[in-house]
């Protein structure tokens, strides 16, 4: 008869299914007896450190996440929150401008083309195209002489523009006094030279030989021939504090804003010297009204 207890190694019940604590303390016995014990212990401690590093590895890991969320998120929620800024600007779009080596200065209006020769005896300028206004340095030694399609315009110090047409050249004195001399009919006629002041003109005819008749131009005409030279100004949400002063630079009456409107902006675009279509756009969007002020200035105020 056999016995009916249960051998160590087998499960109560059952004659072929080991159980799991007999195994384990088979195996053991197993290693003590024949020296092995010791590497079953390095794989069990290797394996262990193994589970370790994976768990602090998973940790890490979702530390990371968390970081790079924390950086990146509140940066983006952060970037939406601030509203856009407008962009406030003035352009100032003037006419081109170049100084000379003498410190003459020249203003080219569009399309104007010039060369520019100088000697140590002269100072010459060739106007190939275009209209082209002259603020001359005074030297007296070197005649300052612009040359447009044969035809001279002879200064020392003086301002004046000269207007290259296809038939015509046009010549207009602000300061001082030029010579102008017409081309000859013939090689060996003498040209016609005329003295033209400030505030007068004169027209050379290129088609027709002879000398060019002198007039006055009265001052409406003049500053609107040479409007181009004006700037224009281009507002975008510009405060008036800022806005009022280029046209004070620019134009022909003194404005004295009330500081209380100096927070409104201004936009649009205007000459320079057009104060009476800044006072119809001020009254319009602002109701702002030009009012004669002490000294002759003009007050920019509300009613």
């Known amino acids: ?55 602090i590895a998973g940790v890490a890991g979702i530390a990371c996440l968390g970081l790079v969320g924390a950086w990146l998120f509140p940066q983006a929620a952060a970037t939406s929150a601030v509203p856009p800024i407008a962009a406030v600007s003035t352009v100032v779009v003037t006419p081109e401008t170049r100084t000379l080596a003498d410190g003459s200065i020249v203003e080219l209006r569009p399309g104007a083309e010039i060369r520019v020769e100088y000697g140590p005896s002269s100072r010459r300028v060739v106007l190939r195209a275009g209209e082209v206004h002259f603020q001359v340095t005074k030297d007296a030694a070197r005649p300052f002489v612009v040359v447009a399609s044969g035809v001279e315009v002879r200064a020392v110090g003086t301002a004046f523009s000269v207007d290259l047409g296809k038939r015509a050249v046009d010549v207009l004195v602000t300061e001082g006094r030029v010579a102008v001399t017409s081309p000859p009919a013939t090689v060996e006629a003498t040209p016609a030279v005329a003295m ?108």
Do not use: C, Y
């Not at 004169?202 to 004006?230: H, I, Q």
């Open 196 to 303: 033209v002041d400030a505030g007068q003109g004169t027209t050379v005819s290129l088609e027709v030989a002879g000398a060019a008749a002198v007039r006055s131009v009265p001052s409406g005409e003049r500053r609107e021939r040479l409007n181009w030279r004006v700037p224009l100004l281009e507002f975008s949400g510009t405060p008036l504090a800022e806005a009022i002063p280029m046209f004070n630079r620019h134009g022909r009456r003194h404005l004295v804003l009330d500081p209380t409107l100096g927070r409104l902006q201004l936009s649009g675009t205007l000459r320079a010297d057009d104060t009476d279509s800044l006072f119809i756009l001020l009254r319009n969007e602002f109701g702002i009204i030009a009012a004669p002020g002490s000294a002759g200035h003009t007050e920019l105020r509300r009613p």
């Open 1 to 55: 008869m056999k016995d009916s207890a249960a051998t160590p190694g087998r499960r109560a019940g059952s004659a072929d299914e080991p159980s799991p604590v007999a195994t384990g303390l088979e195996a053991l016995s197993w290693a003590v007896s024949s020296g092995a014990a010791g590497e079953v212990v390095r794989h069990v401690e290797a394996r262990r450190r193994r589970r370790v590093r994976r768990r």
